[in-house]
Every structure is written in structure tokens, then in C-alpha cells.
């Protein structure tokens, strides 16, 4: 899954998976109520979220540091209390389910990275299906981010966004290739299509 558009982008750009992994990883993964999926048979998104964090802890370095922290649902804030960063802990943790419910602040979310990672180089992955719905402008917090915390990689997945969603997230792309990565979650529990935005265009650019 995120784990081979990682290896691909480090065979590009001359980076080593071993690396990557070995950087302080930032999880911030969308709980809001839309996450719950809908349709009879339809996985949920959240549970396809919790798989893809599944995957990346079972890839990191035995030495690396992760957090996760929900964003929306039961404790990862709303639109009136702020979003605080989960601490940095073993990659082996256990990943504790979460129910799907309430807004999405997901600009509140990228601020809060800016004081809550530690210093240093690190990975934010982050985990949603759609814009904030707390007025927060995203793009305008991933700038602001990026301006005070620039040694932070941000990888963005996107979970069957409406189009719209997916524009206004574009954003949010991998500062190397500017590709957001979606995420199509079928009726079918072990089918999922992936597809990337702008990712064909990005390499193009970036090997121009």
C-alpha cells in the first residue's frame, strides 16, 4: 500500500526506505463520522485507515518513534476544542480502534504538528476522506506548518473523496512529487483500488 509509493519515491529521488522509516513517523488519521462508511458490505473507511497505519507499523525501524493521533471522533478534538498531538511512542505499539464520529479539523490538526512534533526530521501521514468541516483552511495550515517545520515530510491519503474534496486537498501533496494519493474503499472487504492523483504528470516534472 503507502509502503511501495515510499520506495518508489526514494528510488527517484536517491532516498533509502531504511531511512525514511527510521524518522519519527506523525499519524494523523480522519475519525470524523463520514469515516464510518455507509452501504450495506461497504468497509469503513476508518477500518481501511487502521489497516494502512497497521502496515506502516509493521514496516518501521524496531528503533523508530510513532504517533497516532485521531482526528475528530472520540478524542481527537472538534470544531471548538483543539486537536492535541498524541506523544511518540515504540512502533510496536497496539493500534486501538476507534468509533467514527463528529467534524473533521483537520487544519486545526496540521497546526497543532507544528508545536507537538519533536525536533527534527519526521514523516506526517496523513488519513482522511474529505476537506475540514470546521472552516479551517487546510492549505493554509499546511504553509504554515511547512514555513515553521520544514524538515517535515507530509504523505497524504485520501479515502473515496468527492471530487471536490480531492481538489482542494491537492495541496497536500508529497513536496517532492506533489502527489496525493487516493484511495477508492469498494463494497468489498478485500478489493481497494488505488489511484494516484497528478502522480504520472509529478514524476514527468520532476525527471524534466
Known sequence: ????????????????????????????????????????????????????????????????????????????????????????????????????????????????LAEGAAPGPGRILLITDGADTCGGDVCAAWAQLNAQRPELQLETQLLSPDPGDADRLGCLGNRSTGAVAIEEVSASAEETVRMDLRWWQSLTDAQA
Do not use: H, K, W
Open 1 to 112: 500500500m503507502i509502503r511501495g509509493i515510499v520506495a518508489a519515491l526514494c528510488l527517484l529521488f536517491g532516498t533509502s526506505v531504511s531511512a525514511l522509516a527510521s524518522e519519527p513517523l506523525y499519524v494523523l488519521m480522519d475519525a470524523s463520522g463520514s469515516m464510518a462508511g455507509g452501504g450495506p458490505g461497504e468497509v469503513a473507511r476508518l477500518r481501511t485507515a487502521e489497516a494502512m497505519v497497521r502496515d506502516e507499523l509493521a514496516a518501521v525501524s524496531p528503533e523508530s518513534q510513532v504517533s497516532i493521533t485521531y482526528v475528530g471522533g472520540e478524542n481527537g478534538g472538534s470544531c471548538t476544542s483543539p486537536v492535541q498531538i498524541s506523544p511518540l511512542q515504540p512502533g510496536s505499539q497496539t493500534l486501538v480502534p476507534m468509533q467514527a464520529s463528529g467534524s473533521t479539523p483537520l487544519a486545526s490538526a496540521l497546526l497543532a
